[in-house]
Every structure is written in C-alpha cells, then in structure tokens.
C-alpha cells in the first residue's frame, strides 16, 4: 500500500496523528504537498462524503475525519503558498445575520476544503454587508449562505437580495440548514441548496461546471 492510500485510510479512520505522521512521510519520500491533496486528501474526503451521505456515518465521525485533514493540511498548507500553489476554487460561507450556530456551516467549509476549494469562512452573525465585502475582496466562484433558525430565514432572504443587487462579481449563492427547503432556496433566488455537507460539495461543484 503507497504512503497516499495509507494517509487516505487515515484520514477516512479520522486518525490525526496517523494522518499528520503519513503527510509528513509522504513529504520525505519526495512527494509534492499538491499531489499529497489530489491523490490523498480529496479522495479521502469524497469518501467520507459518500459514506455521511449513505448513513454509513455520522456528524462525530465527519468531525474525526476532518480533524485527521485539518492536522494534515497544516503541514501542507504552508508548502503549497510558499510553492505558489493555489487551490482551484473559492467559496466564501458564513452563517446569516442573527444566527450564532455553526456546527453545520463548519461541516460544509471542512468538505469545501476536501474538494480542492480555498474557503474564506466569515463566521457566525454574518451582516449582508460583510458578506459583499467578501466576495468583492475575494471573487468567489461560491458563497455559502447557513442558518438553523427559522426565526433568521428572513436574514438569508434579506443577504441574497443584498448581493443580487451589489453589483459585485457574479458568484453562485447556495443556502443551506435545518429550516431550509429547496422550495425555499427556488422562491428567494438562491442558485443551490443542500441538505447536508457532503451534498453541499455536489451541488458547488455542479453550479461552478467542475
């Protein structure tokens, strides 16, 4: 078995210290930190993708299995910048105006990451007005859009007329949460909606033509 689909299985197991340990042997053999992405840690996390999607997991295995990425994108991720190696997407997410939950937001910005996407996560709490800044600073070809709460639907609603009429670079508006519908995304405008983190790569993917 190669060092990428032992640190794949890692990742997968959602074992940190395996998957830090194999990145950095990896590293040593001569790897190259872009290869150690596409061929180890995206297929990783389709995986990990699939198997949520199927049931087979669930959120406390999700959230090991992005911890074991995390612990081997930190070794990476300064390899990649300083080799001027950028990831081929961007997506921009935060949770809307009024809510403070970010478990769900949090999933999606980890399985962006696993996708190849740079994600520029905005927090909670997030104002229509950061939300444009953000996309005007960072031309995104995807901006999330999460809430839990039906009481800050009105928020999302309110962000996507906001950016609609901005006039900042085009960019595809998913939305996403417990209370969120795909009725509900078609009648406010939004591009995509997903019912869960691993369909949210799906559905960026499909809406950006990858």
């Known amino acids: 078995?190669?060092?990428?689909?032992?640190?794949?299985?890692?990742?997968?197991?959602?074992?940190?210290?395996?998957?830090?340990?194999?990145?950095?042997?990896?590293?040593?053999?001569?790897?190259?930190?872009?290869?150690?992405?596409?061929?180890?840690?995206?297929?990783?996390?389709?995986?990990?993708?699939?198997?949520?999607?199927?049931?087979?997991?669930?959120?406390?295995?999700?959230?090991?299995?992005?911890?074991?990425?995390?612990?081997s994108l930190a070794i990476l991720e300064p390899k990649l910048l300083a080799a001027g190696v950028q990831p081929k997407y961007t997506a921009v997410i935060g949770s809307v105006h009024g809510d403070l939950h970010d478990i769900g937001k949090n999933l999606v910005a980890i399985m962006w990451k696993g996708a190849n996407f740079r994600v520029v996560d905005l927090g909670v709490n997030v104002s229509p007005a950061k939300f444009v800044a953000a996309i005007q600073q960072h031309q995104p070809q995807v901006v999330g859009l999460s809430t839990l709460l039906t009481t800050t639907m009105p928020a999302m609603v309110e962000t996507v007329r906001v950016i609609r009429a901005s006039g900042c670079p085009p960019v595809k508006i998913m939305v996403g949460g417990a209370p969120v519908t795909q009725q509900f995304a078609n009648e406010i405008g939004a591009d995509g909606y997903s019912a869960d983190a691993s369909a949210a790569v799906e559905v960026a993917l499909k809406l950006i033509g990858a």
């Open 1 to 71: 078995m190669t060092t990428f689909e032992q640190l794949s299985q890692a990742v997968v197991a959602g074992k940190s210290k395996d998957a830090k340990a194999l990145t950095q042997q990896a590293l040593t053999e001569g790897a190259q930190p872009g290869a150690v992405v596409d061929q180890a840690l995206v297929p990783a996390m389709a995986i990990v993708g699939d198997r949520f999607r199927d049931n087979q997991i669930f959120v406390p295995e999700m959230l090991m299995s992005a911890r074991a990425m995390k612990e």
